[in-house]
């Protein structure tokens, strides 16, 4: 039986890494034969009774890089760009599987472009890459970057999508009626304002949502992490109680699959809604906050339904870029007006994104079985 260490920011209650983590489990049960799992993340918020937990330091990384039969990295964008003695050490982590002839591999990277500007940076990524039994990465800027460090594309680095496309997700029942989802990213516990930016944003976000309650939509605000339940319930006091719903992180992870299923649009700040969206074929619109979510509405044929949001930190887009309903608001209309359009697309990304699981199905496999 294998034991499979798998490290990625699970258990601190944000949606999208516990999909990622979800799905990489059922491509391990697929295709991974009897396994067992040292996880990596919080111990006290991760229940899985047939795992080892331990958190994310390097005493333990490193001691069970010499037990362990494989190691997977399946955290997304949360890879440690912006330090590179980080980078180092899971250089250091490949180097002792790879000696050991064990496989490692790391499904649905994304890199912050900005961090490929560093030449030291960048030298250790191409160590990383190297030493990587399959690098997955989940956007066409970050395949694009890791291919000009090789004179050649190596067998290793896949383009492919989000890792939760491979998971089917969770059952849900889509309530009645005619609404849209909104999922906002609360990204200014790092302001130092006195909330002033916050309230801002929130009153933007209020009057784009009040114009769509005008036209029959209800609106269900979601929490794909639980630090966006304040500015949740910052939007919800400025909206018409009876057709606006707030769902705390709890509910957002038992219904969200649910609602997607009967949503007339999806409004996503948070990256994983929008893939939650895709999956469903529902309509969506992106506030960017971050080149992930950029490029991933550049990868679907979605670019046209964005805008930018940025709040002055290096990790949100670099720049200071207030929200503008008198933008924002058209551009929604527009997309809910050219839904013949906009649904051929959804169906023709769909066909791509199947395309693209196949391809990492069979990669994951063989890296597997050998």
């Not at 994304?110 to 250790?124: C, K, P």
């Amino acid at each position: 039986m294998r034991n499979i260490a798998i490290f990625g920011w699970y258990g601190h209650r944000n949606l999208g890494d516990e999909w990622i983590f979800e799905a990489a489990k059922g491509l391990l049960d697929r295709f991974g034969g009897e396994y067992t799992l040292t996880i990596y993340g919080d111990p006290y918020c991760i229940h899985d009774e047939h795992a080892v937990l331990h958190t994310r330091n390097i005493k333990s990384i490193l001691k069970d890089a010499w037990n362990c039969d494989a190691f997977f990295y399946a955290g997304g964008g949360a890879f440690p760009t912006k330090n590179n003695l980080k980078i180092l050490f899971y250089v250091l982590v490949n180097a002792i599987y790879r000696l050991r002839h064990k496989p490692v591999i790391c499904l649905g990277l994304s890199v912050e472009s900005f961090h490929f500007e560093s030449l030291l940076t960048r030298r250790l990524l191409k160590w990383f890459a190297a030493t990587s039994s399959l690098l997955s990465v989940r956007d066409q800027s970050t395949f694009s970057e890791f291919s000009r460090f090789f004179d050649a594309r190596p067998a290793q680095l896949l383009l492919s999508p989000d890792t939760v496309f491979s998971w089917e997700g969770k059952r849900g029942q889509a309530p009645a009626g005619t609404y849209g989802i909104v999922a906002l990213a609360n990204l200014f516990h790092r302001v130092s304002d006195d909330g002033r930016q916050m309230r801002a944003f929130a009153e933007a976000i209020a009057v784009v949502l009040g114009k769509l309650e005008e036209s029959g939509y209800a609106i269900h605000l979601t929490a794909f992490c639980e630090q966006d339940e304040e500015i949740n319930r910052m939007v919800q006091t400025m909206l018409p109680e009876k057709t606006t719903w707030v769902h705390d992180y709890s509910e957002t992870d038992d219904q969200v699959f649910g609602l997607a299923e009967n949503a007339s649009f999806v409004i996503g700040m948070r990256f994983h809604s929008l893939v939650l969206a895709q999956k469903a074929k529902r309509p969506y619109f992106a506030i960017s906050y971050a080149s992930k979510c950029k490029g991933f509405m550049h990868d679907m044929h979605m670019d046209a339904y964005q805008v930018e949001f940025g709040t002055g930190e290096e990790e949100y887009l670099c720049k200071n870029i207030p929200l503008d309903p008198d933008e924002m608001y058209p551009l929604i209309l527009e997309m809910l007006r050219d839904s013949d359009a906009v649904n051929e697309q959804l169906e023709e990304n769909e066909r791509t994104i199947m395309e693209g699981v196949a391809r990492l199905e069979d990669a994951f496999a063989q890296v597997l079985s050998e």
